[in-house]
C-alpha cells in the first residue's frame, strides 16, 4: 500500500513570500490532517477535512494560511505570506476513520 | 480542550534497561489514546493505541501502555531497550468521533550500546 506523499520536501523562502504545500493521502482514506510541527513540540492540527468538508480549523491562522481538498483525495495547504514564525514541518496525515492516522515524510519549511 | 503532558523531555538509557514514558491527558469524558514514534529520519508511525476493552495495550516491537482512567495516564513502557528504540516518541489523545488529536510535546529517547 503506497504511503501518504507529500511535496516538496524542502522549501525555503524568505518573508512576505508565499508558498504551498501538497498531499496525496491514501487511496482509500477520508480524513485528512494539516499539522505544524515547530522544532521541539508536538504536532499542532491546523485544519481536518472529512472527505471535501472542514471538520476542524480552529487553530489555522485563516489570515495567511488557507487549505483546500480538491475532490476528496489531494490537499494543498497555502500561507501567504510567510513570517518568520512559520518555519516549521509541514506534516499531513490520513486516517480511514478518525483515529489512527498515517503520516507523510513532512515538508520543512525555512522562512528567512 | 483536551491536552496532553509529557513529563520527561530527553531520556537517556543503556541497552536492556526498562523504559516508561509518561503521559497524562486533561480531557474527562471517553477518549482514544494513542502512542506514536518517530524513528531518525522517518515518518511518524503509531506504535499502539487505546479505543476501549482491556486497558493494557501492547504494540509493535515489544512496547506496551497503560491506561489508567483514574489517573488520567497512558503510560509507555518497555522492560528491556535496545539501541534501535532511539527515536522521539509522541503520546496523543482525542475524545472520539471526528474531534481532533491532541499531541503531547514528545520525549527523545537515546539508547546507548
Known amino acids: 500500500e503506497a504511503g501518504v506523499a507529500q511535496s516538496p520536501r524542502y522549501k525555503i523562502i524568505e518573508k512576505r513570500q508565499s508558498v504551498a504545500f501538497w498531499c496525496n493521502p491514501i487511496?482509500?482514506?477520508?480524513?485528512l490532517y494539516w499539522y505544524q510541527q515547530i522544532l521541539g513540540q508536538g504536532p499542532k492540527l491546523l485544519i481536518q477535512f472529512q472527505n471535501n468538508g472542514v471538520v476542524d480549523d480552529s487553530q489555522l491562522p485563516k489570515d495567511r494560511f488557507s487549505a483546500e481538498r480538491l475532490k476528496g483525495v489531494d490537499s494543498t495547504l497555502k500561507i501567504q505570506p510567510a513570517k518568520l514564525e512559520d518555519s516549521a514541518v509541514y506534516l499531513c496525515a490520513s486516517s480511514p476513520l478518525s483515529y489512527e492516522q498515517y503520516f507523510g515524510p513532512g515538508t520543512r519549511l525555512t522562512v528567512t | 480542550a483536551q491536552s496532553v503532558s509529557q513529563h520527561n523531555h530527553h531520556v537517556i538509557l543503556s541497552e536492556a534497561a526498562s523504559l516508561e514514558l509518561g503521559c497524562n491527558y486533561s480531557y474527562g469524558g471517553t477518549v482514544n489514546l494513542f502512542w506514536y514514534v518517530q524513528y531518525p529520519g522517518q515518518h511518524l508511525q503509531l506504535l499502539l493505541k487505546?479505543?476501549?476493552?482491556?486497558?493494557l495495550v501492547k504494540g509493535i516491537k515489544g512496547f506496551e501502555a497503560e491506561f489508567i482512567k483514574s489517573k488520567f495516564s497512558f503510560n509507555l513502557r518497555k522492560p528491556s531497550v535496545q539501541w534501535s528504540d532511539t527515536a522521539e516518541y509522541f503520546c496523543?489523545?482525542?475524545?472520539?468521533?471526528?474531534?481532533?488529536?491532541?499531541f503531547g510535546t514528545g520525549t527523545k529517547l537515546q539508547v546507548i550500546p
Open positions: 487505546y479505543f476501549s476493552g482491556d486497558p
Open positions: 487511496s482509500g482514506h477520508a480524513t
Open positions: 496523543a489523545v482525542n475524545s472520539g468521533g471526528y474531534q481532533k488529536v491532541t
